[in-house]
């Protein structure tokens, strides 16, 4: 089923709250901000949903704690979250231990550099570089995606030893300095 995440006021919620109920799926793959969206609606209506039974994935935004913690309120602690671009697709995902994104290694080298630079950052922000390895025709090298992110040297608890990144804050271009 898809719902249109560009209409979704109260009376479309509506009806994907009733088409959901009564198809009842595992798993809800949504845009971060539209899956909040629809918990925020839920909430208002004071309405405990029986969907989905497995999880949420949320995607394509970046999720926020505050987020996170109204769809946990309404869904139950079962949410997920990825991170891709366009350019080479999925390039991180959380697991069941929720310690972080770990870095999707097939085919993709991801490093977040300090602004600017090309030195490896660790524990604060910095800009993503992404290098496909699997693009014969068109590989990119340390392409800079244009987002702001923190990879951490902590292992996860999930014993994965993939890197992790701990936040992905956004766009570079959705900072304003004040």
């Known amino acids: 089923r ?5 209409d979704m006021g109260p009376e479309e919620m509506k009806k994907f709250h009733q088409d959901l109920s009564s198809y009842r799926p595992e798993v809800i793959i949504g845009i971060a901000g539209s899956v909040f969206q629809m918990a925020r609606y839920l909430k208002e209506k004071n309405i405990k949903p029986s969907y989905p039974s497995k999880g949420i994935v949320t995607s394509a935004e970046t999720l926020t704690e505050e987020m996170r913690e109204v769809i946990e309120s309404v869904f139950g602690p079962i949410i997920f979250n990825r991170y891709g671009c366009r350019e080479v697709g999925l390039l991180a995902f959380e697991d069941e231990a929720h310690c972080g994104l770990h870095v999707n290694f097939s085919g993709n080298l991801v490093e977040v550099c300090e602004a600017g630079t090309n030195r490896a950052v ?4 910095g800009d993503v570089l992404v290098t496909t390895m ?3 025709h068109f590989p990119l090298i340390r392409y800079q995606v244009g987002d702001v992110a923190v990879q951490t040297k902590r292992a996860c608890s999930c014993g994965r030893n993939s890197s992790l990144l701990v936040q992905v804050s956004g766009r570079s271009s959705d900072f304003v300095t004040t």
């Open 2 to 6: 898809l719902y249109d995440s560009f």
């Open 122 to 125: 660790w524990e604060k922000e």
């Open 134 to 136: 699997t693009q014969e």
